[in-house]
């Protein structure tokens, strides 16, 4: 296992689609292994593989408990509505407002190509819909009705401070 590099906002691989992954070999695995070892240490709640420059369609998820390794994943139900602030490890310092969906259920395979159902709700379903969109080369920051301004980011940063 091994941290990669997250390339930022700019870089053209981010606004590429990712290829299906159609191999579930070791290469996957450490592929997967890699990037849970750098979500936990960039404190990310997700990250998907092309923010480590692999454009194939591979996203992780810290749930908390657990972080889950989603291939090729798919929505296949998503309800209700929430509004509220959104980031991004490839858009470092930025904070943007984005509408989402409150409950997303996705189907996703695992590292050996076995399938899964996940349901999200709040955060997660946010995470989904949000790292989902960088598998077809969309940031958030396309989506945001407004970015916060420096001046709310530094206050914003001074609450998590004092908290
Ligand atoms: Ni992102």
Redesign the pocket.
């Given at each position: 296992m091994a941290l990669r590099n997250i390339i930022t906002e700019g870089n053209p691989t981010l606004a590429k689609k990712c290829r299906p992954v159609t191999v579930f070999d070791d290469r996957l695995a450490t592929l997967i292994d890699d990037m849970k070892d750098t979500v936990i240490q960039a404190n990310g709640v997700?990250l998907?593989a092309p923010?480590v420059g692999v454009l194939r369609r591979v996203v992780v998820v810290d749930l908390g408990e657990e972080i889950i390794e989603l291939v090729n994943p798919k929505i296949l139900e998503q309800s209700g509505e929430q509004d509220g602030l959104e980031g991004?490890?490839?858009v470092p310092g930025k904070y943007g407002m984005v509408k989402r969906p409150n409950t997303v259920k996705l189907q996703a395979q695992d590292r050996h190509g076995d399938w899964y159902e996940y349901e999200g709700e709040e955060l997660i379903a946010r995470c989904f819909c949000?790292?989902l969109e960088?598998l077809d080369g969309h940031?958030?920051t396309e989506r945001a009705y407004r970015m916060l301004t420096e001046e709310e980011y530094e206050e914003l940063i001074q609450k998590e401070q004092d908290a």
């Open positions: 997700g998907a923010q991004c490890l490839s949000h790292e960088h940031l958030y």
